[in-house]
């Protein structure tokens, strides 16, 4: 990666840490996960990547990892951050401890390789590890949850293409299609490698919607579903964040 774009990309983050940086407990200001992964697709598009993996979810706590990674093949890890929730805890682990574990996952990870938003370690995190500990030890223990197999895809190659280019042409802005993108990355990575060819009209179906998209943002218009690409049919070739439980980093 050049070094000038990675600085640029910093000094972005750092515009953003000023101007949309949320003040916290304590006044120190946190700039949101959404903020610094926009300024790293604005500058690396979807040559970069974040993988998240659930290490931990026993009904009590959740534990995830979130890898930053350029999208070779193979990939080369350029850093990455965990994260830790307890179910029930705070209003957004009420219903949403994986997510939120994830958003932390993914800002500690950012922030390793320099974007950060505003400091590495946790404006409340003092008052998290109280709270973290009491709820560990007045929380009955959980019998950990069965593990489902993943359902057969019995679809051919150019039935999951079509899928894949249906949902690529229903998002409407960058940002939108670049979280499709990061949310199913494990399955379009098998899907590259089970079938290239297929694989390859899913690529060039995402260039042409970030082309349609960027053509109509310069048109002030609302760029519409696309149609961009016919499969190969021969099968060999965020509700808003609530600031206070987003852990900041």
């Not at 953003?16 to 949101?32: A, D, F, P, W």
């Not at 079509?162 to 990355?185: F, R, V």
């Amino acid at each position: 990666m050049p070094a000038k774009n990675w600085k640029e990309v910093m000094d972005k983050v750092q515009e953003l840490h000023e101007s949309h940086g949320i003040v916290q407990r304590g006044g120190k200001k946190y700039t949101q996960v959404v903020h610094r992964m926009e300024a790293l697709r604005e500058f690396y598009g979807i040559s970069l990547g974040v993988s998240t993996e659930v290490l931990i979810d026993d009904g009590q706590r959740v534990v995830m990892k979130a890898t930053v990674h350029t999208n070779d093949q193979p990939p080369i890890v350029l850093g990455t951050g965990h994260a830790e929730e307890i179910r029930g805890q705070g209003n957004v682990n009420k219903t949403s401890a994986l997510e939120n574990c994830e958003t932390s996952a993914i800002g500690r990870a950012l922030a390793c390789i320099g974007l950060s938003g505003g400091e590495f370690a946790s404006a409340n995190e003092m008052d998290g590890v109280d709270r973290k500990e009491q709820a560990i030890a007045s929380a009955p223990k959980a019998k950990p949850k069965p593990v489902a197999s993943a359902p057969t895809d019995i679809r051919t190659g150019a039935e999951i293409a079509e899928s894949y280019i249906k949902q690529i042409d229903e998002k409407h802005s960058e940002p939108e299609l670049m979280g499709w993108i990061q949310a199913n990355e494990p399955a379009l990575e098998a899907f590259s490698k089970s079938d290239p060819a297929n694989n390859k009209v899913v690529e060039d179906a995402v260039k042409k919607r970030l082309s349609q998209i960027a053509d109509s943002a310069g048109k002030g218009e609302v760029p519409s579903d696309g149609g961009t690409s016919t499969p190969n049919d021969d099968p060999t070739p965020a509700p808003d964040p609530n600031v206070e439980d987003e852990i900041p980093f």
